[in-house]
DNA sequence: TATGAATGAGCATTCATTCAT
DNA sequence: TATGAATGAATGCTCATTCAT
């Protein structure tokens, strides 16, 4: 929601599980000149401040963000009015990320591999703004309340993948998928803090892959 | 050691220029009860910090951890003389207690239960505080920069336990130190995050580790 | 020069990425009228700052002055990002004063008579903000070190007008520009601590000049 | 009056115009001790400040000056109730100690002579501790409607010796004793801030003189 | 009585947000 | 509509002064 932008009113929110979809169809003249603009601006906006955040912190003033969107304070103010709303922007966009990556996954054959692949691109995606997603969860953003419902979909739709993995005895049954999450997203954070690239992320995900497997 | 009273010195006055100082008689008694006030408010502010950044985050304001403390700003200031010197202050006693911790094992027998039981004790450590551990890390403490020299005798204390569980076959080998150690930190904050209590956790250890045993 | 306004700075926006900015037309008009608005705040400030500290000393509470200047400590803060900027925005603008009274004597026929106005002017000139001169050398502005360019630009044109005058045997060979700036600066400086008015100060130059005179 | 130690009482205090005396009559013992203690712990602390407010200004926290003086905080406070008090008792000190100069000039033969090495003696002391003038001046101690008094009686002597000069012809009329007074305390401000040193200063203080002559 | 710990009002400065242009 | 100047509440920290030891 907080990602649409302010303005302007008439857009169609209802394809959830889609990435910012390409296909706009601008129909009128005049209006829509606008709209591009103000879209541009939104997505500079957004962009700026997963940089700046994840950069920075996320105590960095507003001014800092506007200024490397390149916009004055007042249009980033137009297009989020809150400081908070820019968090709750960033942090559904990044929500819309790991859902591709999940929907990459629905028709694969083998549901260990699936499982194990979502595990990876997970940690992919939280360890690229890894910094970010901490900063916002310090922030006070309790992501877990305030986006339940993208949340559910996620979660339910994962867990549909661990459960015929388990039923395959690809994975241990006593590991629930929020189990598989934190795993995954702590490892992330401290792996982060600890320097690690991405290939030292996927070294632990292989040991927690590792401890997912049905015991002997 | 830092955790150590800054105002309080007891060094022998050198009282150049005073006359009439006949007997030192009061030398084991009168500064000791000011240096026990004074030590108790240093642990009550600790305390309260700790509490303080756990509960609402590392940018409460000095004022709250004061109130919570029951003594005046000042105090506080003349106890550590800056915020970020609090933070430091409860970061030592943290390690000081992991330390503790890993000291209990030095002489255990068995070094596969040795290792495994720090790494639940460690976790238990992390997480009982791991709101803090949290908001310091994100309050850009560095800890692993500043507090090296504490670090890496943990760090080191801990492979040795770990290599003796590797020779005795009972750890992967391609498992290092600093792995375990941000699987347990990350798995805490995590869980912490996601509300789990400590069987919570407990659960997500007993993975990492059954992730850790040699593969057969 | 250090006067300018600091925020407002002129350069023509680039516009990356906005489409539909056909007609160049408000070019003259909507961003001047910000500026004149900005500088007229700069100057209320200075000024304010100018009286408050010269009554006030410069211990004012900076939010004494904003208050002053009928603005906001914020606004003040974006002109003058720190007190000693303010201060030292504060001597600049005196130094100004002071060059252009000298500038207005380069082209004098008598060189004693042109020395000798000067030296009026200038006891003037610092008569007039005389508690402020006095209460920013107190605050640590080390004036002398910090605008060494501007004074010894003064110093230069002044030691001219003297050099010339010693030539005509209208001033004693032996007393520096230093020694005369120093002779009133100070007698500025006691003289409005002893409440002297503007004809008391001229009093006392009189009594300086004839100690100047050639002797006899 | 705020030179005296506040805690004993039975001070004759009416030699005015003596610096501090040595002639101590200690008769007693038991409380004499502590009197002696007292006192020299006062004069400590006098000393301390003299030296801290000269050489970093009046704005120097008071703990400094009571470590400097090698005693605490609440010693220095038993013996000047304020920071205020410190400076008054600064001023009167000096006070005195420009009496005694003058004193030792009241049965001087040639009054020309005395007056200009008074002159002479009165720039010595207030350079001594120039800064320190500065700064309690600025600090809002005005010397003149406080220590009315004391300085009554300095102006009166000095103004004595100036008048016997003018009646020798050997001072212009027209320069009151106020006026002289002012070119020397002014002239040793500037000069201590231009960094002379002493025959800087007397060079000044030399073309003052010379402005005094009776002009022919 | 000397000490220095405790106190808290006060101050410089920052930054989210509003609003005139 | 975009801009950035203005606003002022909030925060970290200092320091004169008091008071328990």
Chains 1, 2, 3, 4 share one sequence.
Do not use: W
Request: aromatic share 6%; glycine share 6%; hydrophobic share 45%.
């Amino acid at each position: 929601m907080a990602t649409a932008p302010v303005g302007p009113r008439n857009e169609t929110r209802s394809d959830e599980g889609s990435i910012l979809q390409e296909k706009g169809a601008a129909t009128e003249l005049a209006p829509r000149a606008m709209r591009a603009d103000a879209l541009k601006n939104h997505e500079k906006i957004l962009r700026a401040a997963e940089e700046t955040f994840a950069s920075e912190g996320v105590a960095v003033p507003i001014d800092v963000v506007a200024q490397r969107a390149g916009v004055g304070v007042g249009t980033l103010y137009r297009h989020f009015p809150t400081k908070e709303a820019l968090f709750e922007a960033i942090v559904v966009s990044r929500l819309q990320k790991i859902q591709a990556a999940l929907d990459s996954h629905t028709n694969d054959p083998d549901p260990g591999d699936a499982f194990f692949s979502f595990m990876r691109e997970f940690a992919q995606q939280v360890n690229e703004k890894r910094d970010l997603f901490d900063a916002l969860t310090l922030a006070g953003i309790d992501i877990k309340a305030q986006y339940a419902d993208q949340l559910a979909v996620i979660m339910e739709q994962t867990d549909r993948l661990r459960q015929q993995a388990v039923l395959r005895d690809e994975i241990r049954a006593d590991a629930s998928t929020e189990d598989v999450v934190n795993l995954i997203m702590g490892t992330c954070h401290a792996a982060g803090q600890s320097g690690d690239d991405e290939s030292g992320i996927f070294h632990l995900i292989d040991i927690i892959i590792a401890g997912l497997r049905p015991t002997a």
